[in-house]
């Protein structure tokens, strides 16, 4: 499982089925023959398997919208992600950064220095 997924244009049925099976995240669609500079087709947000925003301007957009979405509806980090999204939360966002776990407090301490 990961926060960010690609998927290209030509393979929407093995994309619905990939989509399905995310729980929370942010998706990239690209043309098949994307070079690395080119604009996606879509960028968007993803809970439960449903595309809950689509079209949105970049990938730093919908990871801030994600966590709107996570506050605003009060869900739980999937399991698999939780650190990930700790560390986004607490110290790349700055929210609620006083309180870290173990883990997060050890890349934070690697980070800053």
């Known amino acids: 499982m990961y926060l960010l997924s690609y998927f290209t244009s030509q393979n929407t049925e093995a994309n619905?089925?990939?989509m399905e099976q995310t729980v929370m995240g942010v998706y990239v669609i690209q043309?098949?023959?994307a070079q690395?500079?080119?604009?996606?087709?879509?960028?968007?947000?993803?809970?439960?398997?449903?595309e809950v925003l689509t079209g949105l301007?970049?990938?730093a957009i919908a990871c801030a919208?994600?966590?709107?979405?996570?506050?605003?509806l009060n869900l739980s980090?999937?399991?698999?992600?939780?650190?990930?999204?700790?560390?986004?939360?607490?110290i790349l966002m700055n929210l609620?950064?006083?309180?870290?776990?173990?883990?997060?407090?050890f890349l934070k301490n690697k980070l800053m220095g």
């Open 16 to 18: 619905t089925e990939a």
């Open 36 to 50: 690395p500079g080119d604009d996606p087709e879509d960028r968007g947000v993803l809970i439960e398997g449903v």
């Open 77 to 90: 980090y999937p399991p698999e992600l939780k650190c990930t999204f700790e560390v986004l939360q607490k």
């Open 65 to 72: 919208l994600l966590f709107g979405l996570i506050y605003c």
């Open 31 to 33: 043309q098949q023959d």
């Open 57 to 59: 301007g970049s990938i």
């Open 96 to 105: 609620d950064g006083q309180r870290l776990s173990s883990k997060a407090q």
